[in-house]
């Protein structure tokens, strides 16, 4: 059965602390990964899309890489502004419809 | 330029009681989906339309749940005969493709309570 699972489920970081949120998958044949930033009381942001293994992607703070099993999304020197829930999903080859969705990485960043 | 846009933001119903969820995506987007989000569960795919063509209704949960979108434009969901574990965030997003580009752009979602 396809399925995403990230963690940590949340994580608190210090004004320029360095850490990475994992996001890994089972899916029968991976068409892309994606990540999303959602902040309380709104929808979810996109932030990048991953298509194949070895790629990586950057904004800002963030990069995003990706292995045949898992993607990292690694923040940099976060700021109080970078707090918010980081969303994962993946389209597998076999539905090109549906997004499969992690249930998230909270993420809180203390001034 | 204006995002995909929801309403209303906050419903309360009452048990039983029909609603509709309105969404007005990003003009020009061929694309729309309606998800569902509740605590502690993931995005919940419920159904999507992409042009003309028959809309992909194979998330929604019950009969009691439709959705319909006119002139390739504005989507309604309905629910009807509300029940308890309805209660939700119900998400719109469009695309000007589709999903194989990742990129959806979401509206700041529908919270509905059933009493």
């Known amino acids: 059965e396809d399925q995403v699972t990230q963690s940590p489920e949340a994580l608190r970081l210090q004004e320029g602390e360095s850490s990475s949120l994992n996001c890994s998958y089972t899916v029968s044949g991976l068409r892309g990964l994606f990540w999303y930033r959602q902040d309380p009381g709104k929808g979810p942001e996109f932030l990048f899309t991953?298509?194949?293994?070895?790629e990586e992607k950057e904004k800002e703070r963030l990069k995003a890489t990706l292995t045949k099993k898992e993607s990292f999304l690694h923040i940099t020197a976060p700021k109080p502004e970078d707090s918010a829930t980081y969303l994962c999903?993946?389209?597998?080859?076999?539905?090109?419809?549906?997004?499969?969705w992690g249930l998230g990485t909270s993420l809180a960043v203390n001034p | 330029g204006a995002g995909v846009s929801q309403s209303p933001s906050n419903k309360v119903t009452e048990k039983g009681k029909d609603v509709e969820l309105r969404c007005d995506p990003i003009s020009g987007h061929t694309a729309l989906y309606w998800y569902r989000q509740s605590l502690g569960q993931g995005l919940e795919f419920l159904i999507y339309f992409q042009g003309n063509s028959a809309p992909d209704k194979s998330g929604l949960p019950s009969d009691r749940f439709s959705a319909e979108r006119t002139g390739g434009s504005v989507s309604t969901l309905t629910i009807q005969r509300t029940q308890q574990e309805d209660s939700a965030v119900y998400l719109c997003a469009s695309s000007p493709t589709g999903v194989n580009t990742g990129e959806l752009f979401f509206g700041e979602g529908s919270r509905l309570t059933v009493l």
């Open positions: 991953l298509y194949s293994a070895g």
């Open positions: 999903a993946v389209l597998n080859a076999g539905n090109n419809r549906k997004l499969i």
